[in-house]
């Protein structure tokens, strides 16, 4: 049995919001990342409160420690230190989880709310951003397990997908029809493009900006593709930006195909100086809100396509709106290495009326009632499903963490390897 919707709810009036975004990894740099950061201050800027529930000690971002909660503690204590300057009636709560392993505690912060006081409303929701988020590649069975049953626990009702490639993918894994569950393209703040193309520079300046792992399969390209076009006799030059699992293989890949000179891998890139790094460049090659970010400046920006090293929709404004790099068989694909040469050909004008087009697409994006769109439908269980969740939720929160389960396992683990090694 469901409650009504947050919306039929909300429409009675509340003193106060408050707006809750769990997140773990607020200690890195990502797409997630920004969006949280862009959104708390844009919550801030309109007076309306705001908490970052993550990892202790985070400091990406420069977030306000006040508004920062460590997400290892019990669902109660969080849920006070929220309440400790808010008055604890007529507040409505919008808690967000940013990730599967977040959904549990939303999902236990809602019950905490009806123990404190009735006039409290608490809306969960899960906003699925990857097409893969509850069945990661990386992860193990057993944790695709955990996620699903973790998203019938919470309600099916309160995810929210990024784009309809996500919720169709979701749709397969959780054998379920979710075309009832909203999609909510991810938000992005305005700002002015600041992109001009200098006309004596004989050199193509490409840059790449994400993370540094499988999916993102663009990167791993990228070296053959300079040390082809190279051998063509074009001058390009491509910097890499990023951190991630895959670093070693990357810079293994720029050795082999002799592109030292040519290619380099930076490192990480500070969220703050994206804009004024990535607007120098002639071209921008990624996914995400990392392309629609540069886009937005005015870079033409080529959208890649997850898990195909040398696929791309081609310029950013080819895509469906709100596929950021999601496969999709509806949608051509072009060669990254042709596309690429493609610019390299293009006159003055053609690139800035590639630039213009851009720029439209990623405007698209800009908004500031992402959370209320998240949380428009959100419901809330009632009577013994309630409870059951409850439960299931305090047991995978403890199989994420580390318990007496998982140091058994290492310390058994341990001893094997020590007697193999004799």
């Known amino acids: 049995m469901m409650r009504k919707s947050a919306l039929t709810r909300n429409q009675k009036g509340c003193r106060g919001r408050i707006t809750l975004f769990i997140y773990e990894s607020m200690d890195r740099a990502g797409g997630i990342q920004s969006i949280v950061a862009r959104q708390v201050e844009l919550l801030q800027n309109s007076a ?14 420069d977030l306000p420690r006040t508004i920062l909660i460590d997400y290892q503690q019990a669902p109660g204590d969080i849920l006070q230190q929220v309440l400790r300057n808010c008055p604890a009636s007529e507040v409505c709560i919008d808690a967000v989880a940013l990730s599967p392993e977040a959904a549990p505690l939303a999902y236990l912060l809602q019950q905490e709310t009806s123990k404190v006081s009735r006039l ?25 397990l955990l996620n699903k049953i973790a998203a019938y626990a919470i309600g099916i009702q309160n995810l929210v997908f990024m784009n309809e490639q996500c919720r169709a993918t979701h749709s397969v894994f959780l054998s379920r029809d979710l075309s009832a569950c909203p999609i909510v393209p991810i938000p992005i703040d305005y700002r002015k493009p600041r992109w001009s193309r200098s006309e004596d520079v004989a050199t193509l ?19 053959g593709i300079v040390a082809q076009l190279t051998a063509q006799g074009l001058s390009v030059t491509c910097d890499i930006y990023g951190y991630g699992s895959e670093e ?10 002799g592109v030292e000179k040519q290619v380099k891998f930076k490192g990480t890139m500070p969220l703050e100086q994206f804009d004024e790094i990535v ?3 002639d071209l921008f090659i990624g996914m995400g809100t990392a392309a629609v970010q540069s886009a937005q400046l005015g870079v033409p920006t080529l959208l890649a396509i997850v898990d195909e090293e040398n696929g791309t929709y081609g310029f950013i404004d080819a895509a469906p709106f709100g596929n950021l790099g999601e496969s999709d068989i ?23 009326e590639i630039s213009r087009r851009g720029i439209a697409y990623a405007n698209r994006y800009v908004g500031d009632e992402y959370v209320e769109k998240l949380t428009h439908n959100s419901t809330q269980r009632t009577g013994i499903y309630r409870h059951l969740s409850g439960l299931y939720c ?14 058994t396992v290492r310390f058994v683990g341990g001893k094997r390897a020590e007697e193999r090694a004799r």
């Not at 070693?248 to 195909?257: G, H, P, Q, V």
């Open 48 to 61: 309306q409160k705001v908490f970052v529930i993550c990892k202790a000690g985070a400091t990406v971002h």
């Open 330 to 352: 509806y949608v051509p694909s072009h060669d990254l290495k042709a596309m690429i040469e493609f610019y390299t050909e293009a006159s003055p004008e053609q690139r800035r």
């Open 279 to 281: 607007a120098g460049y």
């Open 205 to 223: 300046r490409i840059v790449l900006v994400g993370r540094i792992v499988a999916f993102k399969a663009y990167n791993f390209a990228i070296p």
């Open 248 to 257: 070693d293989r990357l810079e293994k890949l720029i050795r082999l195909n």
């Open 394 to 407: 305090q047991f995978y929160i403890w199989m994420a963490r580390d318990n007496w389960l998982r140091r």
């Open 120 to 144: 409290i409303e608490c809306n969960i929701v899960l906003t699925i951003l990857h097409p893969r988020a509850l069945m990661r590649e990386t992860e193990r069975r057993h944790v695709h």
